[in-house]
């Protein structure tokens, strides 16, 4: 008898378990919150000035979530990454304390290069925020909202050139980056009655970096050249010439020249015991044209 009642059972269940498609999914669906906060970019589009590289390029802002209840708490989220990659190399999920968030844009440029966009090029950012809703009662969905910024980047390792009033730009000169994109630096002759600026162009000579009203500012120009644009050294002599771009500032040093160089010690004629520049001393001769170079003759 119990046989035949658990096959009766089974009878009766099968019209339930037929009345169940093969696409029927039994979770339930909670629906996504409509989106309050409408993060809104203060810019559309952006062309990265390397010139503004501290100045602040974007500001995503938005507004206040939907209120989820007495016993709910909310958090604001953010996270960027370039558009349609599923933030799969973006930033983590960072909490805000206020809503809003800024880039400078060094730091734009820099997420983007980072994640294989070159210089120059154009790409999308996607940004989102997620009000993520702590509840002890139950599970609420958290609210999300999302945009699109289009940014053109920019090649931070741009190179800085010398030039002088006489040679102009066949005569320029690479200096050296201290720090790629932001500080440069030059070691040689300058001469008097010559006057010297400095280029990022060596074939249109703009931009430039002409000099400025103080001794040590400099001032970015995009215009055709012009006579007061160049700043001039007293004597001929050989200098360090440090630019900081980004603050617009140069510092000349100059070397004060020796007029001898002599030696003494174990391998020199006069030993350790000189005690006067007589002709015993080891005497160098100077490099004109690179005055830390000198040489001499080992008797």
């Not at 190399?89 to 294989?116: I, P, S, W, Y």
């Amino acid at each position: 008898m119990k046989l035949n009642k658990l096959k009766y059972l089974g009878l009766l269940l099968l019209p339930a378990l037929g009345a169940c498609s093969d696409n029927d999914d039994p979770r339930y669906d909670i629906p996504t919150p409509e989106d309050q906060m409408h993060l809104t970019p203060s810019v559309e589009e952006i062309v990265l000035d390397p010139e503004q590289a501290d100045a602040v390029a974007l500001t995503l802002t938005w507004g206040e979530a939907a209120d989820r209840g007495p016993t709910a708490t909310i958090k604001y989220l953010f996270r960027m990454d370039v558009a349609d990659n599923q933030f799969l190399t973006g930033t983590d999920f960072e909490e805000m304390t206020e809503n809003k968030v800024e880039f400078t844009t060094k730091e734009l440029n820099q997420f983007l290069l980072a994640r294989g966009i070159r210089g120059g090029a154009s790409a999308a950012i996607e940004a989102e925020v997620v009000a993520s809703v702590e509840d002890s009662t139950l599970y609420k969905k958290p609210e999300v909202s999302k945009v699109r910024v289009s940014v053109v980047t920019y090649d931070p390792s741009r190179p800085l050139y010398l030039i002088d009033s006489e040679t102009g730009l066949e005569g320029a000169t690479l200096m050296k980056a201290v720090v790629e994109g932001e500080q440069y630096e030059y070691t040689g002759i300058l001469e008097e009655g010559k006057g010297y600026k400095f280029v990022y162009n060596t074939e249109t000579g703009t931009p430039s970096l002409n000099k400025g009203a103080g001794a040590t500012e400099l001032v970015y120009s995009t215009s055709a050249d012009d006579a007061s644009s160049y700043f001039e050294v007293s004597k001929t002599g050989r200098y360090t010439i440090s630019v900081n771009a980004p603050e617009r500032k140069c510092t000349i040093t100059y070397y004060l020249p020796t007029s001898m160089v002599l030696m003494c010690g174990g391998a020199a004629p006069c030993g350790w015991g000189c005690d006067n520049q007589g002709s015993d001393w080891e005497k160098f001769t100077r490099d004109v044209s690179n005055p830390p170079i000198v040489t001499g003759t080992d008797n």
